[in-house]
């Protein structure tokens, strides 16, 4: 177990429609980091925040939007849904105290768009 | 482009052999981090080992080391002693401290019993 969690597990919705895909970082951690994993695409970056402040954008689309929480949780927003948005969406969390700069990932979030 | 590549994207080996995963990146950058990730059919992401690249000295965790050459940008990992849990798809990665990471496509493992 990471210590990073995500809600929900799996998420089935219709093309068009809007979800909210929900991380929580480890306890500590100040890094928020969302990546898509899709079968032809393997892991890309989405966004990252850190302590609140967004601090890096990567191919995120700009029907996808992210927050984090002053709790540190983080939310990915998904909107108007098309087929191509299934995927495994993973979230990271990591904070450099040790020294060290690894990210824990979360069990990931598999949204399928029919 | 600064790229992780995985150049190897099957491999196979009998149980109790050892295996050794290739990875190279592209980067002007003098420090920056370098990982192994294991992916498991229960598609969760793992970490394995890390390598800081101002260390000299390979890291090892366990069954697991690294091959970490600096000059060529080359970082392998090695599994000694493979089991059947062994068996998962295995990422490179790289970031440059407290920023994304990024992926080589990865290597299929199997662990043949």
């Known amino acids: 177990d990471s210590g990073v969690t995500q809600t929900p597990k799996h998420l089935i919705t219709a093309t068009g429609q809007r979800v909210t895909l929900r991380c929580s970082p480890r306890?500590?951690?100040?890094?928020v980091y969302w990546y898509q994993q899709s079968l032809d695409q393997g892991l890309q970056f989405l966004i990252q925040y850190y302590n609140g402040e967004e601090r890096a954008k990567g191919n995120i689309l700009e029907r996808f939007s992210a927050q984090q929480f002053p709790d540190l949780h983080s939310e990915l927003n998904l909107s108007s849904l098309e087929l191509g948005d299934s995927a495994l969406y993973f979230c990271a969390s990591s904070t450099p105290i040790s020294g060290g700069y690894e990210q824990y990932f979360g069990p990931g979030t598999r949204l399928t768009v029919t | 482009a600064q790229t992780v590549t995985q150049s190897q994207p099957e491999m196979s080996v009998q149980e109790a052999e050892t295996v050794t995963l290739s990875c190279t990146y592209d980067t002007s950058e003098n420090n920056y981090y370098l990982f192994w990730y294991k992916q498991p059919p229960s598609r969760q992401m793992i970490l394995v080992i890390r390598?800081?690249?101002?260390?000299?000295q390979n890291a090892t965790e366990n069954r697991f080391s690294v091959n970490f050459q600096k000059a060529a940008k080359s970082f392998s990992l090695k599994i000694s002693d493979s089991q059947l849990g062994d068996t998962a798809m295995y990422f490179c990665?790289?970031?440059?401290?407290?920023?994304?990471?990024?992926f080589g496509t990865g290597t299929r493992l199997t662990i043949i019993p």
């Open positions: 306890s500590g951690d100040l890094s």
């Open positions: 990665a790289r970031n440059f401290g407290n920023e994304k990471l990024t």
């Open positions: 390598q800081e690249a101002y260390k000299q």
